[in-house]
C-alpha cells in the first residue's frame, strides 16, 4: 500500500481546490492508495539514460504571425459569467494574495 | 412516433451510399435527416446516446444541400462528397450554438461563442449536425457510466454499457440515429465504444486532426476521430476532419493522406501483419474475444498476409504510465472550471464567502467522483518531491513504448490486437472499481502514448455482443490502418452486414430499471 | 500556522552598513511592445474598455489552444543577446499553476527549468561614471495576468466585499529578467538597485522591444534584499517588494527594507520570508503574503505547444539587428561631442541625449544643440512642468533657428521669440519669422535713418566717439534697436556711425 496519508489527499485536495467532506477524504485515500501502488511501477523500468518524452510527435518552433486577429465585446466576453458588473466579472472577496 | 420503412431502410445505409444517393438525387438530404431524427425520437428514451438534438439546425442545414443540388451548376458540383448526410458530435467538442456540456455538471447550461476546427469544417462541408452525444465525464472512464446526465445504454443489450467514453456517439452510430459522429480519444474513447458496439472508430496520428475546441483531458494524448458503422465512412469522415490547423501548435504540418483510396483496396496479399504478444494472450481476455482474434488472423493469412509475433516489453507498463501522464495533464486542464468566468458557480453552504472557498465548492459540487479522483491524482503526480519518480518516470516509458512500436514496425507493416480484453460488460459491474475500469485500456493505451494511429473495426460477435479488432500503424501511416482494416472488413463478410442484421431492434425494447 | 513578523524600529541607513552587508536581487518583467498577444492574436494593448481585448484563448474558454508569438521570441532572444546572455538551443514553456482569478486557466504559461536566456551580465553605470557589474541568472518568457479591481471601503484587498477581473492584460507577452544575487554592493546598494532598472529599461527601450513606461507598468520590478553580519557569507532571509514602479521607488525601497531588516536583526529578531509591497506615500514597505511550502506550483511542460530551438543562424541575425548598447553608446557620443562629464550627466538626466544626438546629425554644432536643448528648451519645459523631451519641439526647429541666426536674418533673441510662437502652434521658424515680420533691419535705408536720429539726439555719445571712444557706441545702439523694434544687426548699426564719423573701423 502507498504511503499517501489521509493528510496528504487532503493537502492535494486544497491545492486542487476541492473541498471534501471527511467520509470522502476517507474514500479517497484508499482508492488513492491502490492507484498509486499499481502505477508506480514505471519506476521499476525508467532508468537514468532513457530521455522523456513530452509530445509524441516531435514537431519544433511552431510560431505564429505577430497579427491582430477577432476580438469579443465585453458582452460577448461576459455572456457566460456567473456573475459580472461594469463590463467585468465579479467575484467574492480574494483572502489570500499572489 | 413510429418509423416508416422506407425511413427505416435509409438510416441503415452506409454514409457513402447515404452520399451517392443524394448527389444522384434519389433521396433528399431532409428526408435522410428527418429519418434520423425520428429514430432518434424512437431509440433515445432507452439509449439516452444524445444530451442535446439539434433537430431545427440539421434540417435547415439539410433544406440549403438540397436547395443547392436541385439548382445544379457549380455551387452543386462544389458540394462536399459528404454534403447533407447528418453527423453527430460528441459533446466535448464545441458548438456555437448548440449547449457543449462535456456531459459534466460544472459547464452545463454554457454556450460556446466559437466552433471547433472540425465543426468548421463539418459545417463548411454541410453535414447537418443532429445533436451531441453522451460521454463520461470530460471523457473520464470507459463505460459512459461516469456522465453527470445519465449513462447511455449499448443497442445490442440495452443491460450492458457502450464503452467509453464515447459511448454516446458509439451507441447512437451502432442504433442508426446516426451514420457518422465524431469521439474523442485519448486512450480508447474511440476504438473501445466500437470494440463494444460493433462500431468502426479511427484514433488519427497524434497532430493528425486539430484539437482546436475539443476540451482537452490529456493534451498530449486526445485526438478527436471518426465513428462509423464502415471503414470506408470512417476514411470519407477522417479525410474531412483532417489536415493542419495553425491554431493548434501540435497539428501536423502535411496534408491528409489519401485514405478512402486506402479503405477501398482489400488486397493484403504479401503484408507483413504484426501480433503483439503483449495484447494477444493472458489474463483478462474472455475466450470469446480470442476465438474472434483468432478467426481474423486466419482470415487475414488465408487472404496471404504473412502474420508475425512481435514483442513490445514496455507495454507491461503502459497502463501505469498513462494513468499519471493522463491525471496530470488533466488535473491542469481541469483547473479552469472554476466558477469565476463561466459555467456553474456554487456558493459554500456555509462560513465566509470568499472566491477560495466559492471555486472550492463549485468544484466540489460540478464534478463527479472519476474527475476528482483524476484530479487529485495528476495533484499528486505533480506534485513537488514526487515529479520525478512519477511524471517524470511515465515520460520515460514513453520513450520506450515508442522504442518499442519503432522495433515492431521493422518487422510488420501494421500491428493487430483484441481492442479490448473482453465484450461489453454489465451496466455496474466495475463502477466501485476503479482498477478494473482502467484495466480496459490496456490494448488502446499504448497507440495514444506514442502518438501512433489505431482503428477498431469489427470482427464478428461473442454471444451475440461485438468483438473489435485493432490495427495499429506508424505516425503519420494512417493509410496502413485503414488498408487493413477495409481488408479484414471485407473478408469477415463486408461493411459489417452480416452483424448488423442481428441488432435488437430498439425501437420495440424499453428500460428495465 | 501564521508566523508573526518581527516588529523593530529600523535602523538609520548609516548604522545598518556598519554592522551588515546588504545582498540584492531583482526580477523585473518587462512587457512586450508586441502587436498581439503571446499566446493569442488579441491587440496588446492598453486602456481600452474592459475586456474587449480578448478572444476565446485569453478568456481559457473549454477547447482552446496557445499559440506562440514568434515576434516575441525574438524579442527574446535580443534581449538575452542584450544583457550577454547565452541563447538556449531548446527550450520549453512550463504551466505554473495556482488558482486565482485574474489567471483564465489557473495557470500560467512560462518556463521554468529551461528558459531561453540564461547566464549573462549587465554592467551598470552609477552616477559617478563608475560601472558595476550584475550577473544575470536567467531571462524566460512568460504571458501578463488579467487585472483585478477591488470594491469595498480600501480599495485594497484586504476589506473588500468583492472584486472585478479585466482580462485586456491577460496573455500581454512578458520577459521576467532573473538576476543572481548581488553582493558587494555595500552602501552603493540603493543607487545600485536604481542603475540596474533604469539600464534595463534603456536596453529594452532601445532595442524597441517594449513601450518600457514604468508607470503604466510595462517595466516592473521585484526588489529582493536581504542582510549578512559584516565578516559573514551566509545569506540572511530575504524580502521580495512587489512591483515597484519607478526606478526612483526601486532606490527607496531598497534603502528601507535595508533600514528595517536591520533594525529586527540587530534587536535579536528574525526575518520571516514574504512579499512586501511598496508605500509611495510614506516610502516604507508594508506586509503582503508569507512565503510557504503551500506555494507548490506544479511545473511541467506545456503539452499544447512544442519546444523552441534556436540555431546559431538565428541568433546572428538578430545579433546584426541589434543596436549600441546603452552605455557604449554614451561613451562614443560623449566623446564626439566633447562635453564636460558633468555637461554629459546633466544632458543624460534631462533625458536628451536622443535630441541632441539627431540635432548635431543635422547639422548643429554639439555646443549649438547643447545650448538650445539645456537652455530655453528646458526652461520652457520647466515652465509647463513637463520633460523637456515632451514639450514637443523637433530636432529640425533647433536647427532651422540656428540657420536663421547664422544668416543673420534673427539674432538670439528674436529666435527665442521664434521658438515660443512655433510652440504656438505658428508654423515652422522661416514661416514665423515672414510671417511676424521679425528679420533683422539690414536694408541701409531704413537703418541709416534711425542711426542719424540717434545720433541728433545723442550728441554728447556722438562727441566721444569722435574722440577715439570707439566703446561708447553701445549706447547709441539702444536706441536704433528701439526705434527698429530690435529688429537691428548691431554690427551693422556701428559700421554706419563709424562711417558717418570718417573713422576707420
Known amino acids: 500500500m502507498a504511503d499517501i496519508s489521509r493528510a496528504d489527499v487532503e493537502h492535494l485536495a486544497k491545492l486542487a481546490h476541492i473541498s471534501m467532506s471527511e467520509a470522502e477524504l476517507e474514500k479517497m485515500t484508499g482508492e488513492l492508495g491502490v492507484i498509486v501502488d499499481s502505477v508506480k511501477t514505471v519506476q521499476e523500468a525508467a532508468g537514468e539514460d532513457i530521455p522523456a518524452t513530452s509530445h509524441p510527435v516531435a514537431l519544433t518552433n511552431v510560431f505564429r504571425e505577430d497579427v491582430i486577429g477577432h476580438t469579443y465585446t465585453a458582452e460577448e466576453s461576459l455572456a457566460n459569467a456567473p456573475d459580472a458588473e461594469d463590463g467585468r466579472f465579479k467575484v467574492p472577496a480574494i483572502l489570500d494574495e499572489e | ?513 | 500556522m501564521t508566523e508573526t513578523q518581527t516588529e523593530a524600529q529600523p535602523l538609520s541607513f548609516e548604522e545598518a552598513l556598519e554592522k551588515y552587508d546588504p545582498v540584492l536581487g531583482f526580477e523585473v518583467h518587462v512587457e512586450l511592445n508586441t502587436k498581439s498577444k503571446m499566446f493569442s492574436s488579441a491587440p496588446n494593448a492598453f486602456g481600452d474598455e474592459p475586456n474587449t481585448n480578448v478572444n476565446e484563448v485569453d478568456l481559457g474558454l473549454p477547447g482552446t489552444l496557445p499559440v506562440v508569438n514568434g515576434k516575441a521570441v525574438e524579442s527574446a532572444i535580443k534581449l538575452g543577446l542584450a544583457l550577454n546572455c547565452s541563447i538556449a538551443e531548446y527550450c520549453r514553456f512550463a504551466r505554473k499553476q495556482y488558482f486565482y482569478p485574474d489567471l483564465p486557466k489557473n495557470w500560467q504559461t512560462s518556463q521554468y527549468d529551461e528558459p531561453i536566456a540564461y547566464d549573462g551580465y549587465l554592467d551598470v553605470e552609477l552616477d559617478d561614471g563608475e560601472t558595476f557589474r550584475v550577473e544575470i541568472e536567467r531571462a524566460h518568457m512568460e504571458e501578463d495576468a488579467g487585472k483585478l479591481t477591488h470594491a469595498g471601503t480600501s480599495g485594497r484587498i484586504q476589506g473588500a466585499d468583492y472584486s472585478l477581473v479585466d482580462y485586456n492584460r491577460t496573455g500581454v507577452p512578458l520577459i521576467e529578467i532573473v538576476t543572481k544575487p548581488i553582493t558587494g554592493a555595500g552602501e552603493r546598494a540603493p543607487e545600485i538597485a536604481r542603475a540596474y532598472v533604469t539600464a534595463i529599461r534603456d536596453i529594452v527601450k532601445g532595442l524597441d522591444i517594449s513601450d518600457a513606461r514604468m508607470e503604466r507598468g510595462n517595466v516592473r520590478c521585484d526588489a529582493n534584499v536581504s542582510l549578512m553580519p559584516k565578516g559573514t557569507t551566509d545569506f540572511g532571509t530575504r524580502s521580495e517588494t512587489k512591483n515597484v514602479n519607478s526606478t526612483r521607488a526601486v532606490e527607496q525601497a531598497v534603502h528601507f527594507e535595508i533600514r528595517r531588516h536591520a533594525g529586527i536583526l540587530s534587536t535579536g529578531g528574525s526575518i520571516i520570508q514574504e512579499t512586501r509591497h511598496w508605500l509611495e506615500t510614506s516610502r516604507t514597505t508594508s506586509s503582503g503574503r508569507p512565503k510557504s511550502d503551500a506555494d507548490d506550483y506544479r511545473y511541467f511542460p506545456e503539452p499544447d505547444l512544442v519546444p523552441i530551438t534556436v540555431t546559431q543562424e538565428w541568433i546572428e541575425r538578430l545579433r546584426a539587428e541589434l543596436p549600441e548598447p546603452p552605455a557604449v553608446r554614451r561613451r562614443r557620443l560623449r566623446e564626439a561631442w566633447g562635453y564636460s562629464d558633468a555637461e554629459f550627466r546633466d544632458v543624460v538626466a534631462a533625458g536628451l541625449m536622443d535630441q541632441i544626438e539627431e540635432t548635431v546629425e543635422q547639422g548643429a554644432s554639439p555646443a549649438v544643440a547643447r545650448k538650445w536643448w539645456m537652455g530655453e528648451i528646458s526652461r520652457l519645459a520647466n515652465a509647463r512642468d513637463i520633460e523637456p523631451a515632451a514639450l514637443g519641439v523637433e530636432p529640425e526647429t533647433i536647427v532651422a533657428l540656428n540657420v536663421l541666426i547664422d544668416e543673420g536674418k534673427i539674432n538670439d533673441k528674436i529666435a527665442r521669440q521664434v521658438l515660443e510662437h512655433h510652440l504656438e502652434g505658428e508654423g515652422s521658424p522661416a514661416e514665423i519669422v515672414q510671417a511676424r515680420g521679425l528679420e533683422v533691419v539690414s536694408d541701409d535705408g531704413a537703418l541709416t535713418a534711425a542711426v542719424e536720429k540717434a545720433m541728433a539726439e545723442n550728441p554728447d555719445v556722438v562727441e566721444k566717439v569722435a574722440g577715439g571712444k570707439l566703446k561708447a557706441i553701445g549706447a547709441l545702439i539702444g536706441p536704433v534697436m528701439k526705434e527698429t523694434r530690435g529688429q537691428a544687426d548691431a554690427g551693422k548699426v556701428r559700421e554706419i556711425v563709424l562711417a558717418k564719423l570718417g573713422i576707420e573701423g
Not at chain 2, 491528409?256 to 496479399?269: E, G, K, N
Not at chain 2, 441488432?503 to 424499453?510: E, F, K, N, V, Y
Open chain 2, 1 to 513: 412516433m413510429t418509423t416508416t420503412p422506407h425511413s427505416t431502410d435509409l438510416i441503415r445505409l452506409t454514409a457513402a451510399e447515404m452520399a451517392a444517393k443524394l448527389r444522384a438525387g434519389e433521396i433528399t438530404s431532409v428526408d435522410l435527416t428527418q429519418a434520423h431524427l425520428d429514430r432518434i425520437e424512437a431509440v433515445e428514451p432507452t439509449l439516452n446516446a444524445f444530451l442535446h438534438v439539434s433537430a431545427e439546425e440539421a434540417l435547415t442545414t439539410a433544406a440549403e444541400v438540397d436547395k443547392i443540388r436541385v439548382a445544379g451548376g457549380a455551387e452543386a458540383e462544389k458540394l462536399h462528397p459528404l454534403a447533407g448526410v447528418p453527423i453527430a458530435i460528441k459533446d466535448l467538442i464545441v458548438t456555437k450554438g448548440q449547449p457543449t456540456t462535456a456531459a459534466s455538471k460544472i459547464l452545463e447550461g454554457w454556450m460556446s461563442p466559437y466552433d471547433a476546427t472540425v465543426v468548421e469544417k463539418i459545417r463548411e462541408a454541410k453535414l447537418p449536425i443532429l445533436g451531441k452525444t453522451n460521454l463520461d465525464e470530460f471523457a473520464m472512464g470507459s463505460s459512459t457510466e461516469h456522465s453527470a446526465f445519465g449513462p447511455t445504454r449499448n443497442p445490442w443489450d440495452i443491460e450492458r454499457i457502450p464503452g467509453g467514453s464515447g459511448g454516446g456517439s458509439a451507441a447512437a452510430v451502432a442504433a442508426f440515429e446516426a451514420p457518422l459522429a465524431l469521439g474523442t480519444d485519448t486512450g480508447g474513447s474511440i476504438r473501445e465504444p466500437g470494440a463494444f458496439t460493433g462500431t468502426v472508430g479511427t484514433k488519427p496520428t497524434y497532430g493528425g486532426v486539430s484539437r482546436y475546441g475539443a476540451i482537452a483531458m490529456a493534451s498530449s494524448l486526445d485526438q478527436i476521430g471518426p465513428v462509423t458503422r464502415t471503414v470506408e465512412d470512417a476514411a470519407l469522415l477522417h479525410e474531412l476532419i483532417g489536415g493542419h490547423d495553425p491554431k493548434d501548435s501540435t497539428s501536423l504540418p502535411e496534408p491528409v493522406p489519401a485514405l478512402v483510396d486506402a479503405a477501398r483496396t482489400h488486397d493484403v496479399a504479401g503484408k507483413k501483419i504484426g501480433v503483439i504478444k503483449q495484447l494477444a494472450t493472458g489474463e483478462g481476455y474472455q475466450q470469446g474475444v480470442l476465438d474472434a482474434f483468432n478467426s481474423s488472423l486466419d482470415a487475414l493469412r488465408e487472404a496471404g498476409a504473412e502474420i508475425v509475433e512481435v514483442d513490445c516489453p514496455s507495454f507491461d507498463y503502459a497502463l501505469g504510465a498513462y494513468y499519471l501522464i493522463m491525471p496530470s495533464e488533466a488535473s491542469s486542464n481541469l483547473a479552469r472550471y472554476d466558477g469565476v468566468r463561466y459555467g456553474t458557480r456554487v456558493l459554500p453552504e456555509e462560513g465566509p464567502l470568499t472566491i477560495e472557498r466559492v471555486m472550492g465548492a463549485t468544484r466540489a459540487a460540478g464534478f463527479g467522483e472519476e474527475v476528482k479522483r483524476r484530479i487529485i491524482l495528476g495533484t499528486y503526480a505533480l506534485s513537488a518531491g514526487y515529479y520525478d519518480a512519477y511524471y517524470g518516470s511515465a515520460q520515460k516509458i514513453r520513450t520506450l513504448i515508442q522504442r518499442d512500436f519503432d522495433a515492431a514496425f521493422e518487422q510488420a507493416d501494421v500491428l493487430i490486437s483484441p481492442t479490448a480484453p473482453t465484450v461489453a460488460f454489465k451496466m455496474g459491474e466495475k463502477t466501485d472499481d476503479p482498477m478494473a475500469m482502467y484495466l480496459n485500456d490496456i490494448a488502446t493505451i499504448p497507440a495514444n502514448l506514442a502518438g501512433i494511429p489505431g482503428i477498431n473495426v469489427p470482427a464478428g460477435l461473442s454471444d451475440g455482443l461485438p468483438v473489435g479488432i485493432q490495427f495499429l500503424a506508424p505516425a503519420k501511416e494512417d493509410a496502413r490502418v485503414y488498408h487493413a482494416a477495409a481488408a479484414l472488413e471485407e473478408l469477415l463478410g463486408g461493411k459489417g452486414e452480416v452483424i448488423w442484421q442481428q441488432i435488437p431492434d430498439l425501437a420495440s425494447s424499453s428500460v428495465d430499471v
